[in-house]
C-alpha cells in the first residue's frame, strides 16, 4: 500500500529542511494514546488486502471506529500542523482512503467515513479531519491509482523475467578463469544459493571483483534474489564494480541489469548554495512532478553511473543525488560506500528490511571495515564547541542548556588526569542531554527557519550520542579526554566520547538481513579475528584462494639489524638509508618506501638525500589534493627511476596498481603497528577482557595487515619480477612469519 500511495499519489516538491519529527517510540506511544482514547470496541492495526488485475495490495490500517463507521490513519507529529507541505496531506489522504476502500470491500459496506488523525506528540493534542466516501467513489480512486501503477508494474514484471532469463544463460566474458578465480566464483555461488556467509582471502590479480560479481548474477534467478549490493571503501573501489558489470555486458548483449553506482549529496550536488527545497533550489521545485519520467529514461539505459544519473536528472531538471536514491528501488545492482548497507540510518539496509528484499552483499577490501565500522558508530561532544554555543543559543534554549552545562561541569571537575575511561555514561549527564535534545526538538519544529549552524551541529551530535548511548556496552569505551596547557595544566574543555572498539553489536543484524554475504580482500587473516570483530553470523566460512603467483616473482629481505622501535629508531636512519640505496644501485628503478609516520619520514629522507643527491626521492605529504594524489601515482612511469617515500597506512599503502616497472620493490621500516597511546592501550585492555588476545586484536593484526597490502603494490600480475625488504629484526619471529601470505617465498636474510 505504502509503495502504491509513493508512486502515484506523491507529488509536489522535494523538502529536505530539517523538521523535527517523531522518534519511532514517540510515534508508536502517539499510535497508542489516540487509540487508548477511543472506546473499547475501537479496533487497531486491521490488516487488509485487495487485488487489482496483476496488482496485488497489502497493509495495516491503524484503526477502525465500527459504531462511527470510520476507518482512520494516524500521522504523529511535531511543530505546527499547518506548516506542514500540502503534498505531505495529499499523500496522507491517499493513504486513508486506500484503506478504507479495502475495508469496503471486506465489511460490504456502502460507504465509510475516513479520518486522518494529527496527533502532536508534544501537547498531546489530536486534529481530526473526516470526510465520508461512497463505496464506489472509494473504489474509483482506488483502482485510479492502480491503473498509474500498472503499466508500471507490467514494465518491472516484465523486466524481471526478462533479467532472470538471460541470466540464467549468462556467460563468463572471458574464455577461461584466472588461476584462482574459479574458485573464488564458485565458492559466492554457492553461499548464495544456501544462504551462507563468507569471508574469503584472495591475492590481487585473481580478478576478484568480476570473479564476485558474475556468480552472484549468474544465481540471481535460481536464488530468487532481488539485488546485489557492491559496497567499497573508496571511489576507485566503486569504479572497478561498475567496470566488472560493463565487462559482463559487453560480452552478454542485451544483458537488462539495470547498475546503479550510489555517490554522496556533496559529490550529486549542483547547486551547493542553495538549500534543499522548491523554494531555494531550482532542482527541488517540482521533483515529484518529474521524477516519473526521470527515472523512466534512467532505468532503460541500465548503466546508471554517476555522470549519467547527472545527466538526465539535468535533462529533467530533478536533484541528482535524490534521482538515485529513488533509483535504488528499482536497480537490480548497487554500486556505494560501505555506509550506505552498514552504518546507523543506512539507504540500503532500509530498503532491504522494509520492502523485504533478497539481497547478496559484496563487501570489497573487507580488511578497511573494522576501522570504518568504529567510525559509524562512534560520536564525540566536545564541550569548548558546546560552550562557543551555549554563549549564541536562543534565550527560550537556555534553561535546559545551562543544566547541561553544570552537568558536564560537575564531570570536568572530577577528572585530574589528561584521559579517562568510565564503566557506564553518568546518568544525569544522559538526562540532561536528552532534555536539551527534546526542548531544541520543539525550538525546531516551532521555528523551523532557524538555521544557527552551531546549534544545528551540535544538536546532530548530541542525536548520535544519544542513540549510541541507547546500546552502550563492553562493545564500546566511553572516556573523557581534557586539553592540555603548555604549562601542563587541564583545561575545564574536554571532549566526551563513545568509542566502538567492537562493531559486532550493530553490524550483526546486516549481515543477518542479506541472504548471502562475501567479505574479501588480500588481508583477511586470521579470520578469527575479523568474525569477532564484525560480528559474522555462525555459518560463515573462511576461504582462502590460492594466489595465482609464483614464488619465483619475488624476494624477500629481512634486515635483522634494524629496529625501527620507537626508542630505537633514531639510530635505524642511516642503516636504512644504505640498504636502500644499496637495492637501488643493484637494480636501478622504481620503489616505494613505507615508514611509520611522517615525522619518521621527513627525517629518513633528508638524511638519505644528503648522502646519496643522485637518487632521485620525492615523497607524500601531510596534505594532498585528490589531483596531487593522481600524480603522485601517475609519476611511477616505465622510464622513471627513484625512491618514493610514503606513510604506511595512508594512500599509497593500497588501491594502487603498479604493474611492470612502474614498480619493482617496496621498503617497510616498520610492523605497521598502531601508535602507543592512551586509547589503544585502553582498546586492548578490552579486547583482553573479551577474547584474551588483547595486543594481537589491538596491535599486531591490524598492523600486518597494513603491510601485507602495502608490500602488495610489488606483485600485480603473473608477469611481474620484484623485491620486498622488511625492515625490523621482529619479522623474523615466528608469531609475525604465520601472518605473511603463504605464497611468498622464505625470507632471504
Same mark, same amino acid.
Given at each position: 500500500?505504502?509503495?502504491?500511495?509513493?508512486?502515484?499519489?506523491?507529488?509536489?516538491?522535494?523538502?529536505?529542511?530539517?523538521?523535527?519529527?517523531?522518534?519511532?517510540?514517540?510515534?508508536?506511544?502517539?499510535?497508542?494514546?489516540?487509540?487508548?482514547?477511543?472506546?473499547?470496541?475501537?479496533?487497531?492495526?486491521?490488516?487488509?488486502?485487495?487485488?487489482?488485475?496483476?496488482?496485488?495490495?497489502?497493509?495495516?490500517?491503524?484503526?477502525?471506529?465500527?459504531?462511527?463507521?470510520?476507518?482512520?490513519?494516524?500521522?504523529?507529529?511535531?511543530?505546527?500542523?499547518?506548516?506542514?507541505?500540502?503534498?505531505?496531506?495529499?499523500?496522507?489522504?491517499?493513504?486513508?482512503?486506500?484503506?478504507?476502500?479495502?475495508?469496503?470491500?471486506?465489511?460490504?459496506?456502502?460507504?465509510?467515513?475516513?479520518?486522518?488523525?494529527?496527533?502532536?506528540?508534544?501537547?498531546?493534542?489530536?486534529?481530526?479531519?473526516?470526510?465520508?466516501?461512497?463505496?464506489?467513489?472509494?473504489?474509483?480512486?482506488?483502482?485510479?491509482?492502480?491503473?498509474?501503477?500498472?503499466?508500471?508494474?507490467?514494465?518491472? %514484471?516484465?523486466?524481471?523475467?526478462? =533479467?532472470?532469463?538471460?541470466?540464467?544463460?549468462?556467460?563468463?566474458?572471458?574464455?577461461?578463469?584466472?588461476?584462482?578465480?574459479?574458485?573464488?566464483?564458485?565458492?559466492?555461488?554457492?553461499?548464495?544459493?544456501?544462504?551462507?556467509?563468507?569471508?574469503?582471502?584472495?591475492?590481487?590479480?585473481?580478478?576478484?571483483?568480476?570473479?564476485?560479481?558474475?556468480?552472484?548474477?549468474?544465481?540471481?534467478?535460481?536464488?530468487?534474489?532481488?539485488?546485489?549490493?557492491?559496497?567499497?571503501?573508496?571511489?576507485?573501489? =566503486?569504479?572497478?564494480?561498475?567496470?566488472?558489470?560493463?565487462?559482463?555486458?559487453?560480452?552478454?548483449?542485451?544483458?537488462?541489469?539495470?547498475?546503479?553506482?550510489?555517490?554522496?549529496?556533496?559529490?550529486?550536488?549542483?547547486?551547493?548554495?542553495?538549500?534543499?527545497?522548491?523554494?531555494?533550489?531550482?532542482? #527541488?521545485?517540482?521533483?515529484?512532478?518529474?521524477?516519473?519520467?526521470?527515472?523512466?529514461?534512467?532505468?532503460?539505459?541500465?548503466?546508471?553511473?554517476?555522470?549519467?544519473?547527472?545527466?538526465? #536528472?539535468?535533462?529533467?531538471?530533478?536533484?541528482?543525488?535524490?534521482?538515485?536514491?529513488?533509483?535504488?528501488?528499482?536497480?537490480?545492482?548497487?554500486?556505494?560506500?560501505?555506509?550506505?548497507?552498514?552504518?546507523?540510518?543506512?539507504?540500503?539496509?532500509?530498503?532491504?528490511?522494509?520492502?523485504?528484499?533478497?539481497?547478496?552483499?559484496?563487501?570489497?577490501?573487507?580488511?578497511?571495515?573494522?576501522?570504518?565500522?568504529?567510525?559509524?558508530?562512534? #560520536?564525540? %561532544?566536545?564541550?569548548?564547541?558546546?560552550?562557543?554555543?551555549?554563549?549564541?543559543?536562543?534565550?527560550?534554549?537556555?534553561?535546559?542548556?545551562?543544566?547541561?552545562?553544570?552537568?558536564?561541569?560537575?564531570?570536568?571537575?572530577?577528572?585530574?588526569?589528561?584521559?579517562?575511561?568510565?564503566?557506564?555514561?553518568?546518568?544525569?549527564?544522559?538526562?540532561?542531554?536528552?532534555?536539551?535534545?527534546?526542548?531544541?526538538?520543539?525550538?525546531?519544529?516551532?521555528?523551523?527557519?532557524?538555521?544557527?549552524?552551531?546549534?544545528?551541529?551540535?544538536?546532530?551530535?548530541?542525536?548520535?550520542?544519544?542513540?549510541?548511548?541507547?546500546?552502550?556496552? !563492553?562493545?564500546?569505551?566511553?572516556?573523557?579526554?581534557?586539553?592540555?596547557?603548555?604549562?601542563?595544566?587541564?583545561?575545564?574543555?574536554?571532549?566526551?566520547?563513545?568509542?566502538?572498539?567492537?562493531?559486532?553489536?550493530?553490524?550483526?543484524?546486516?549481515?543477518?538481513?542479506?541472504?548471502?554475504?562475501?567479505?574479501?580482500?588480500?588481508?583477511?587473516?586470521?579470520?578469527?579475528?575479523?568474525?569477532?570483530?564484525?560480528?559474522?553470523?555462525?555459518?560463515?566460512?573462511? /576461504?582462502?584462494?590460492?594466489?595465482?603467483?609464483?614464488?619465483?616473482?619475488?624476494? /624477500?629481505?629481512?634486515?635483522?639489524?634494524?629496529?625501527?622501535?620507537?626508542?630505537?629508531?633514531?639510530?635505524?636512519?642511516?642503516?636504512?638509508?644504505?640498504?636502500?640505496?644499496?637495492?637501488?644501485?643493484?637494480?636501478?628503478?622504481?620503489?616505494?618506501?613505507?615508514?611509520?609516520?611522517?615525522?619518521?619520514?621527513?627525517?629518513?629522507?633528508?638524511?638519505?638525500?644528503?648522502?646519496?643527491?643522485?637518487?632521485?626521492?620525492?615523497?607524500?605529504?601531510?596534505?594532498?589534493?585528490?589531483?596531487?594524489?593522481?600524480?603522485?601515482?601517475? !609519476?611511477?612511469?616505465?622510464?622513471?627511476?627513484?625512491?618514493?617515500?610514503?606513510?604506511?597506512?595512508?594512500?599509497?599503502?593500497?588501491?594502487?596498481?603498479?604493474?611492470?616497472?612502474?614498480?619493482?620493490?617496496?621498503?617497510?621500516?616498520?610492523?605497521?603497528?598502531?601508535?602507543?597511546?592512551?586509547?589503544?592501550?585502553?582498546?586492548?585492555?578490552?579486547?583482553?577482557?573479551?577474547?584474551?588476545?588483547?595486543?594481537?586484536?589491538?596491535?599486531?593484526?591490524?598492523?600486518?595487515?597494513?603491510?601485507?597490502?602495502?608490500?602488495?603494490?610489488?606483485?600485480?600480475?603473473?608477469? !611481474?619480477?620484484? /623485491?620486498?625488504?622488511?625492515?625490523?629484526?621482529?619479522?623474523?619471529?615466528?608469531?609475525?612469519?604465520?601472518?605473511?601470505?603463504?605464497?611468498?617465498?622464505?625470507?632471504?636474510?
Amino acid at each position: 500500500m505504502r509503495t502504491l500511495c509513493e508512486l502515484t499519489a506523491k507529488t509536489g516538491s522535494l523538502d529536505q529542511r530539517f523538521t523535527p519529527s517523531p522518534t519511532a517510540i514517540e510515534g508508536m506511544l502517539g499510535h497508542l494514546a489516540v487509540a487508548y482514547r477511543r472506546e473499547h470496541y475501537y479496533q487497531t492495526e486491521i490488516t487488509l488486502t485487495g487485488e487489482y488485475q496483476n496488482i496485488f495490495v497489502r497493509g495495516r490500517a491503524d484503526g477502525y471506529d465500527p459504531e462511527l463507521n470510520q476507518l482512520e490513519e494516524v500521522k504523529t507529529y511535531k511543530g505546527h500542523l499547518d506548516r506542514m507541505p500540502e503534498n505531505h496531506r495529499l499523500l496522507h489522504w491517499a493513504q486513508a482512503k486506500v484503506y478504507a476502500h479495502l475495508m469496503c470491500m471486506e465489511k460490504e459496506l456502502p460507504s465509510i467515513n475516513v479520518a486522518l488523525v494529527y496527533y502532536n506528540v508534544t501537547s498531546k493534542e489530536e486534529t481530526l479531519l473526516v470526510e465520508e466516501y461512497s463505496a464506489d467513489t472509494l473504489q474509483a480512486f482506488f483502482e485510479s491509482l492502480c491503473g498509474k501503477l500498472l503499466v508500471w508494474a507490467e514494465q518491472e %514484471l516484465a523486466h524481471r523475467a526478462s =533479467r532472470n532469463s538471460e541470466l540464467s544463460s549468462l556467460n563468463f566474458p572471458y574464455p577461461e578463469f584466472r588461476t584462482g578465480q574459479r574458485v573464488l566464483a564458485e565458492s559466492v555461488y554457492k553461499s548464495a544459493m544456501k544462504q551462507r556467509h563468507q569471508l574469503i582471502q584472495a591475492t590481487t590479480g585473481i580478478g576478484k571483483t568480476l570473479g564476485t560479481i558474475f556468480p552472484l548474477l549468474k544465481a540471481m534467478p535460481e536464488a530468487k534474489l532481488d539485488k546485489v549490493f557492491f559496497l567499497t571503501a573508496k571511489s576507485s573501489g =566503486r569504479e572497478l564494480g561498475l567496470n566488472a558489470v560493463r565487462t559482463i555486458q559487453k560480452t552478454n548483449p542485451g544483458l537488462p541489469i539495470r547498475t546503479l553506482e550510489l555517490t554522496s549529496r556533496e559529490k550529486s550536488c549542483e547547486h551547493p548554495d542553495k538549500s534543499c527545497h522548491g523554494e531555494s533550489c531550482p532542482l #527541488a521545485n517540482g521533483f515529484y512532478d518529474r521524477l516519473p519520467k526521470a527515472r523512466n529514461e534512467a532505468l532503460k539505459l541500465n548503466m546508471m553511473d554517476k555522470s549519467t544519473i547527472r545527466k538526465i #536528472a539535468l535533462k529533467h531538471q530533478v536533484c541528482p543525488y535524490y534521482l538515485s536514491q529513488d533509483l535504488a528501488n528499482w536497480s537490480d545492482v548497487v554500486v556505494g560506500d560501505y555506509n550506505y548497507y552498514f552504518d546507523l540510518h543506512a539507504l540500503l539496509y532500509a530498503g532491504t528490511v522494509l520492502n523485504e528484499w533478497k539481497v547478496s552483499v559484496l563487501v570489497d577490501e573487507a580488511h578497511n571495515m573494522i576501522e570504518r565500522s568504529r567510525k559509524m558508530y562512534s #560520536a564525540e %561532544l566536545n564541550y569548548g564547541a558546546f560552550n562557543e554555543m551555549l554563549a549564541q543559543a536562543p534565550k527560550s534554549l537556555k534553561g535546559v542548556l545551562e543544566k547541561l552545562n553544570i552537568s558536564w561541569i560537575v564531570l570536568n571537575r572530577s577528572q585530574t588526569v589528561r584521559y579517562e575511561v568510565y564503566a557506564y555514561i553518568p546518568e544525569e549527564f544522559e538526562d540532561a542531554l536528552q532534555r536539551v535534545i527534546s526542548k531544541i526538538t520543539d525550538y525546531l519544529a516551532e521555528y523551523p527557519t532557524f538555521n544557527d549552524a552551531n546549534v544545528l551541529n551540535f544538536y546532530f551530535d548530541a542525536l548520535q550520542f544519544s542513540t549510541l548511548a541507547e546500546s552502550f556496552g !563492553d562493545h564500546s569505551l566511553f572516556d573523557i579526554t581534557k586539553t592540555e596547557t603548555s604549562v601542563g595544566l587541564f583545561q575545564q574543555d574536554a571532549t566526551l566520547c563513545i568509542r566502538n572498539v567492537i562493531p559486532a553489536k550493530h553490524l550483526t543484524p546486516r549481515f543477518q538481513a542479506a541472504n548471502s554475504n562475501t567479505l574479501f580482500s588480500a588481508t583477511l587473516s586470521p579470520s578469527s579475528f575479523f568474525n569477532d570483530m564484525l560480528g559474522m553470523p555462525e555459518n560463515t566460512s573462511f /576461504v582462502d584462494v590460492e594466489s595465482p603467483f609464483d614464488a619465483r616473482q619475488l624476494k /624477500v629481505k629481512v634486515a635483522r639489524h634494524i629496529s625501527t622501535r620507537f626508542k630505537e629508531r633514531h639510530s635505524s636512519h642511516e642503516p636504512i638509508v644504505h640498504l636502500v640505496a644499496k637495492q637501488f644501485m643493484e637494480r636501478p628503478g622504481n620503489y616505494i618506501l613505507f615508514l611509520s609516520s611522517f615525522d619518521y619520514l621527513n627525517d629518513v629522507q633528508s638524511l638519505f638525500n644528503s648522502i646519496y643527491p643522485h637518487i632521485p626521492t620525492r615523497s607524500q605529504l601531510r596534505v594532498m589534493s585528490e589531483m596531487d594524489k593522481q600524480q603522485f601515482v601517475n !609519476d611511477f612511469t616505465l622510464t622513471s627511476e627513484g625512491i618514493a617515500f610514503a606513510v604506511l597506512g595512508g594512500s599509497f599503502g593500497e588501491a594502487i596498481d603498479l604493474t611492470g616497472d612502474r614498480l619493482i620493490g617496496a621498503f617497510i621500516a616498520t610492523l605497521g603497528l598502531p601508535q602507543l597511546n592512551d586509547v589503544n592501550e585502553q582498546m586492548r585492555l578490552r579486547m583482553e577482557k573479551i577474547f584474551g588476545l588483547g595486543y594481537e586484536y589491538t596491535y599486531l593484526y591490524p598492523g600486518l595487515q597494513k603491510v601485507v597490502q602495502a608490500a602488495g603494490r610489488v606483485i600485480r600480475t603473473t608477469n !611481474d619480477i620484484g /623485491v620486498i625488504h622488511l625492515m625490523d629484526d621482529r619479522y623474523n619471529q615466528s608469531k609475525i612469519k604465520k601472518l605473511l601470505p603463504k605464497w611468498w617465498p622464505s625470507p632471504d636474510r
